[in-house]
Nanobody
Framework: QVQLVESGGGLVQAGGSLRLSCAAS????????MGWFRQAPGKEREFVAT????????DYADSVKGRVTISRDNAKNTVYLQMNNLKPEDTAVYSC??????????????WGQGTQVTVSS
């Protein structure tokens, strides 16, 4: 069993940056691919980024490519999402997920509660 806790969200002006963190419990964290998803009010959950268990492979949604970097530190059981040049349309609840290297949220077994990111124009 893996428990995930996100942090790092907040209010930022357009063009600003945030780094989200997702701390995982459990000894098996390093064996799981991890992902970040987001959900804006009134919209469906959407894929943001994913990273393989080793960190050697990543994938990004086209909407964030070039502005977002996913990384992980298996020694700290933590996955990160560095977001730069934020836009108002990035406003959403961001959740980390564990267990799949996929754009499909259904492939992930574990989910955090999410952290709110609000980007003002």
């Amino acid at each position: 069993q893996v428990q995930l806790v996100e942090s790092g969200g907040g209010l930022v002006q357009a063009g600003g940056s945030l780094r989200l963190s997702c701390a995982a419990s459990g000894r098996t964290f390093s064996s799981y691919a991890m992902g970040w998803f987001r959900q804006a009010p009134g919209k469906e959950r959407e894929f943001v980024a994913t990273i393989s268990w080793s960190g050697s492979s990543t994938d990004y949604a086209d909407s964030v490519k070039g502005r977002v970097t996913i990384s992980r530190d298996n020694a700290k059981n933590t996955v990160y999402l560095q977001m730069n040049n934020l836009k108002p349309e990035d406003t959403a609840v961001y959740s980390c997920a564990g267990g799949g290297f996929s754009r499909n949220s259904g492939m992930y077994r574990y989910w955090g509660q999410g952290t709110q990111v609000t980007v003002s124009s």
